[in-house]
Nanobody, 116 residues
Framework: QVQLVESGGGLVQPGGSLRLSCSAS????????MRWYRQAPGRERELVAG????????NYVDSVKGRFIISRDNAKNTVYLQMNSLKPEDTAVYYC?????????WGQGTQVTVSS
């Protein structure tokens, strides 16, 4: 059974940091591209960051470049999103996604709220 379980969300003040984790099971984690998406109320789901399965190359949406870092630990079947210098506009539900060819798996999401 495929599972992606996100954790680490919460309430943080502007300028603060959070680290999201996504623990995977039920598939060959190391073979999958891993991505973080987010969805704010009333807005479409947005790709935030991705990391490849091979050379661990990364990509980011412009709005988070220099603030967020995606990484993966294949030994622990876990992908992370380190979020620094958080802004109110980063408030959203953050989702973990695993993709390879026709396989496309999603977690249930974790809420991140940036507010003073």
């Amino acid at each position: 059974q495929v599972q992606l379980v996100e954790s680490g969300g919460g309430l943080v003040q502007p300028g603060g940091s959070l680290r999201l984790s996504c623990s995977a099971s039920g598939f060959t984690f190391g073979s999958y591209v891993m991505r973080w998406y987010r969805q704010a109320p009333g807005r479409e789901r947005e790709l935030v960051a991705g990391i490849s399965s091979t050379d661990r190359s990364t990509n980011y949406v412009d709005s988070v470049k220099g603030r967020f870092i995606i990484s993966r630990d294949n030994a622990k079947n876990t992908v992370y999103l380190q979020m620094n210098s958080l802004k109110p506009e980063d408030t959203a539900v953050y989702y973990c996604n695993a993709v390879r060819r026709w396989d496309d798996y999603w977690g249930q999401g974790t809420q991140v709220t940036v507010s003073s």
